[in-house]
Nanobody
């Protein structure tokens, strides 16, 4: 069955960096898009970034543009989220997700309106001094 496992979260000081990993199994990663979401306490979940199967589409929420980079290594069946210049407002549980039919959306609202079917368990990122 489809499984996604996130890792790489932790505690980091403001201005620091982290790299999150999303290990995929149970499906052929090469043919599917993967998105990263985050949810902070008391806030709605938001789509952070997405990368399509053929790298033709990438999405970043405005608040992370220029600081976060999404990439994929199909041979390792892993998608990464490189996070730099981290801010306290980046603190959240980060999830990766996929859908065997839907691709990446270029509009943030679509990630809520048309949710993905498969989700990992999440990894905590805390940005604090």
């Amino acid at each position: 069955q489809v499984q996604l496992v996130e890792s790489g979260g932790g505690l980091v000081q403001p201005g620091g960096s982290l790299r999150l990993s999303c290990a995929a199994s149970g499906f052929t990663l090469d043919y599917h898009s993967i998105a990263w979401f985050r949810q902070a306490p008391g806030k709605e979940r938001e789509a952070v970034s997405c990368i399509s199967d053929a790298y033709t589409t990438t999405y970043y929420v405005d608040s992370v543009k220029g600081r976060f980079t999404i990439s994929r290594d199909n041979a390792k069946k892993t998608v990464y989220l490189e996070m730099k210049s981290l801010k306290p407002e980046d603190t959240a549980v980060y999830y990766c997700a996929t859908d065997l039919i839907k691709g990446c959306y270029t509009s943030s609202s679509f990630y809520t309106k048309y949710p993905y079917d498969y989700w990992g368990q999440g990894t905590q990122v805390t940005v604090s001094s």
